[in-house]
């Protein structure tokens, strides 16, 4: 399953150069993988009682940009999940301007539970969630 999500670049996005400042990818990266859950039919919100989990934190991030991207552009972000470890995923991300790349990037995360004490504690994906996923 591959998710897209646009966004139309805005004056507040971009650096004095008018061109978008970098945390903002990362941020827009978040609404794709929001966008990916919502689409497999979770909400990270409503995960945390459903799954019974802490979350899914962030624990690697890595973006190369390949070009930039100005005021006004339709970033179109593609995201998806490119593997699965026992606690972890690994979601890839592709943004385009058009059919200009302008990054590639990805992030692992991890199933966050509790350990029998009570503590967060990296917890085996379910095999239902990954199931969500895989049309």
């Known amino acids: 399953m591959k998710s897209q999500l646009e966004v139309r670049v805005v004056w507040g996005d971009c650096d004095e150069q008018g061109i978008v400042f970098y945390p903002n990818y990362f941020y827009w990266m978040d609404s794709a993988f929001q966008s990916l859950l919502r689409e497999a039919g979770y909400c990270l919100g409503e995960m945390r009682t459903r799954c019974d989990i802490v979350g899914i934190p962030i624990v690697e991030a890595n973006a190369r940009f390949l070009n930039?991207?100005?005021?006004?552009?339709?970033?179109?972000?593609g995201a998806e999940i490119g593997h699965w470890g026992n606690t972890s995923l690994r979601i890839e991300y592709e943004g385009f301007c058009g059919d200009r790349p302008i990054f590639e990037a990805f992030e692992t995360r991890v199933w966050l539970g509790r350990s029998k004490d009570g503590r967060p504690a990296a917890a085996r994906v379910p095999a239902s969630f990954k199931q969500a996923f895989a049309t």
Not at 68 to 77: A, D, G, M
Request: charged share 30%.
């Open 68 to 77: 930039s991207v100005t005021h006004e552009e339709i970033l179109r972000i």
